[in-house]
């Protein structure tokens, strides 16, 4: 704020002795302000980062938890030309013999050659596939080959049914192919026209040996045959759950008298599915746990240190929610988890120990033997209602939540924060005050000097010489 101007009476500069002064009234308020926002801030920071490191423990559980990470399955086939397969935690370790008897085909129908510079002439198709059915009404202006076309793909009702036109030396031919396979999703098109309309060449029916339109492509089930008993179909080519847990993405037939080598053993007709325990994938999922409490640790550290000899000291320096954090955590890791298998209650038992300074280590010899020996009970520890992973979980929510106690902090401290604001803003204010009373007090003085030199010039004026 910059009042009057720097021309004074008294020769003195009005404006810079009111800065010093309000300058030196400001500085021990807004330096004590300042020091405590940016200490403030400091601590919401370190907060941020400790609950930020607690929550990626807390989300692996949860994933743990809910994608049964720690039941993994191996899935693999001796031909993945034919088939590939994947598994949920729910499969069965064990071999399974799968010959593809039949893939999955969507219907295509083609018209013979008709010419496609004529009109066709008015009528209507009826088009159905599967249950969806609809009716295509062709006006005499509209019925042309390529209106023929658009008035069935733009149809509102028409839920898969591709029309397209093919062209060769003998004329243009309507195709239409149904974007969907399986046998249940024929074409069939009902032509309502006169007896010589060319429309007429577009009629099919799949249950008639005679049709206008021939067919291209059958629609047909996927049929595969499970260990030479169980015959199983399905109207895509992916086949779900025929073996408990393994999904099968059909891709080709196996090999026949006329695919096979003549210089290879009989044709192998069936593919082998094995299925197995993901021992890799669980000893890497154990380690990432590890990995991200040792994280959680060096953050706690980093955060709450103090060095005696140096006097550095961490932000969160003696705070109580570190203590209570760790310590609740160190203890979940020593105790039993009520419910787990006898073979597997606690870390230690699958070879996840405490080192004498804090951290988690792994002991791969005693891990690599539990998963070998038993894999199910490692998956049942750490995951079920009442399992490991739910265990550290809810731990860290209740910390890390909306109500939990390292959210409780930052609010507080942002309150603290609020606070200062208005502080501030009335150091500001006052601040205004004092400046424009003292610049008023120093006018007023420099105003009363100037009349006085007034005055005695004057005087001096009237004096004799």
């Known amino acids: 704020m910059n009042i009057g101007a720097a021309a004074t009476a008294s020769g003195f500069d009005i404006n810079t002795m009111v800065k010093t002064i309000v300058d030196a009234e400001r500085a021990p308020a807004e330096s004590r302000i300042k020091r405590q926002r940016d200490n403030i801030d400091v601590s919401i920071s370190a907060y941020g980062k400790l609950k930020a490191s607690l929550d990626d423990m807390k989300y692996m559980m949860a994933d743990f938890r809910r994608n049964h990470t720690l039941s993994a399955r191996t899935v693999s086939t001796d031909n993945s030309d034919v088939l590939k397969a994947s598994a949920s935690y729910e499969a069965l ?10 893939l999955a085909q969507a219907h295509k129908i083609v018209s013979g050659p008709f010419n496609d510079e004529k009109p066709l002439g008015a009528g ?47 004329g243009s031919r309507l195709v239409l192919t149904s974007d969907k396979s399986g046998e249940a999703n024929q074409i069939k098109v009902r032509v309502d026209a006169p007896f010589d309309s060319t429309l007429q060449k577009f009629g099919f029916n799949p249950n008639n040996d005679i049709n206008a339109m021939t067919q291209m492509q059958a629609a047909t089930d996927a049929k595969v045959l499970i260990d ?41 007709d069936t593919v082998t599915v094995e299925v197995g325990y993901d021992r890799n994938a669980v000893g890497g999922a154990i380690e990432q746990f590890v990995n991200a409490y040792n994280q959680f640790y060096s953050t706690a550290h980093e955060l709450g240190k103090f060095d005696p000899e140096t006097q550095e000291k961490g932000p969160l320096v003696g705070d109580s929610i570190i203590r209570t954090v760790d310590n609740q955590l160190r203890n ?62 809810d731990l860290i929510h209740s910390h890390t939540g909306i109500t ?26 006052r601040m205004e005050s004092v400046q424009k009373r003292t610049h008023d007090q120093f006018t007023a003085m420099d105003n009363a000097m100037g009349q006085m030199k007034s005055q005695l010039s004057s005087m001096m004026s009237m004096m004799p010489a």
């Open 332 to 393: 979940a890791f020593s105790s039993p988890v009520e419910g787990a298998p006898d073979t597997v209650k606690t870390l230690s038992e699958l070879g996840v120990m405490s080192t004498m300074e804090g951290r988690l280590e792994i002991d791969y010899d005693l891990l690599d033997r539990q998963l070998a020996k038993n894999f199910t009970d490692v998956g049942a520890f750490f995951s079920g209602q009442n399992g490991f992973a739910r265990k550290i979980e």
């Open 93 to 102: 370790p064990g071999k399974y013999n799968v010959k593809v008897e039949q």
């Open 228 to 268: 030479g008993i169980a015959t199983v179909t399905s109207d895509t080519n992916t086949i779900e759950d025929a073996i408990e847990g393994v999904d099968l993405d059909l891709l080709g037939m196996g090999e026949t008298d006329s695919t096979a080598s003549k210089e290879s053993k009989p044709p192998k």
């Open 124 to 170: 209507k198709l009826s088009i159905s596939m599967g249950t969806n059915m609809f009716d295509v009404e062709i006006p005499k202006d509209e019925s042309e080959i390529l209106d023929v076309v658009r008035l069935i793909n733009r149809h509102p009702d028409n839920k898969g049914v591709m029309a397209a036109v093919i062209k060769d030396d003998v």
């Open 404 to 429: 939990g106690s390292i959210n409780s902090r930052q609010t507080s401290l942002g309150d603290q924060v609020s606070r200062l604001n208005t502080e501030q803003a009335n150091l500001d204010r």
